[in-house]
């Protein structure tokens, strides 16, 4: 068969469909939104007159999520505010409202759920119990939350000396990888660092879990950034809960606790070279930058939160060199301003 004529086969039985999938080039991967946010609903003990509509304007703001139709929503901790005691109710109730969610819902905790239970304004519960809780009943498999659970990759699946931390996921959608760290605010659950103000000194086995649970952060990070490279990922998707560079934005406070994992990010997204986008709370305000100078190639953003109850939508173009395009869904009537 003479080459021209055999080529047009070729091409004849590529789009009837008649090769096998691996002889045809592949689909490139299409573009697609996800939805992250965090910190919320928040209730002042003194106004508990304000409580029912702060969990109002949560359930609304699920309802304009689903609208958006994402292909999942991340929440990034912080289920109730600090200053609400840790009961029951109180840290599992979120289960109920997350359930709403039309697509899959992927949660990773805050510090007000577990970290700063042993305060009096947490009602002095121990906060490793407080962590416990929540590990069983919103981690009870590999599963997502939300009425179309997704199938997740859990870290205490994958490796067994760190069976422990069953809210470390990752999973890949359209060749992104995404990954949740447990890193929180409160200094990530470290007793602070002689200097530091102000000082945190949480109960005794703080600095133990602290160490472990850090321990298997950075291994899951390490990870993340292996499967990417392994896969050939377009871009790398990492959320988390703590502000990590409040220190560096508002030149005081602390961050002994998270300085590992910021410094770990930077220097596994200037490696992989492609682009990474870092999802936190925390601080309560909506914020997009380029917080590494020596990895350019990572966008950070901080959702709102608090008062503030606001959702970013997040459109994905894979194929883009920047990959990623933020809008904010939710009411504008108490949008908070930046500060420190």
């Known amino acids: 068969m003479r080459l021209p004529i055999l080529l047009a086969a070729l091409a004849l ?7 096998p999938a691996a002889a045809q080039a592949p689909a490139a991967p299409q573009p ?5 946010f965090g910190d919320m609903p928040y209730c002042q003990p003194t106004r508990p007159q304000d409580c029912l509509g702060e969990a109002g304007r949560v359930a609304a703001l699920m309802g304009q999520i689903n609208q958006a139709r994402p292909a999942f929503s991340i929440f990034v901790g912080d289920t109730k505010g600090g200053s609400d005691v840790c009961s029951d109710d109180k840290v599992l109730g979120p289960f109920a409202w997350m359930s709403l969610s039309a697509a899959p819902l992927i949660y990773t905790p805050g510090d007000n759920e577990w970290t700063d239970c042993w305060q009096d ?8 119990e407080r962590l416990a809780l929540i590990r069983a009943r919103f981690f009870r498999d590999a599963l997502s939350l939300g009425r179309r659970p997704l199938p997740l990759h859990r870290q205490a699946d994958m490796h067994t000396a760190h069976r422990a931390f069953v809210e470390n996921a990752s999973w890949t959608h359209n060749d992104v990888v995404f990954a949740t760290l447990h890193v929180v605010g409160s200094n990530n659950n470290r007793p602070t660092e002689p200097g530091e103000r102000p000082e945190i000194v949480p109960p005794e086995g703080a600095m133990a879990e ?3 649970r850090n321990a298997a952060n950075l291994e899951w990070l390490e990870g993340t950034f292996a499967e990417a ?12 809960q703590a502000d990590l560079f409040y220190v560096q934005r508002c030149g005081r406070g602390y961050d002994s606790g998270i300085r590992e994992t910021r410094d770990a990010i930077g220097r596994a997204a200037a490696a992989f070279g492609r682009p990474v986008l870092l999802i936190h709370g925390d601080s309560h305000f909506w914020l997009q930058d380029k917080p590494y100078e020596a990895a350019p190639n990572v966008t950070r953003i901080m959702v709102p939160g608090a008062q ?9 173009d894979p194929g883009a060199p920047e990959p990623f395009a933020f809008s904010l869904i939710g009411p504008e009537d108490r949008v908070a301003q930046p500060r420190c």
């Open 13 to 19: 039985a590529v789009s009837a469909g008649f090769l």
């Open 32 to 36: 697609f939104s996800f939805v992250a």
């Open 121 to 128: 304004r947490g009602g002095r519960y121990d906060p490793l």
């Open 210 to 212: 602290y160490e472990a």
């Open 229 to 240: 490279r392994r896969a050939g990922a377009r871009a790398v998707v990492l959320a988390t």
């Open 308 to 316: 503030d109850t606001r959702a970013v939508r997040v459109v994905v």
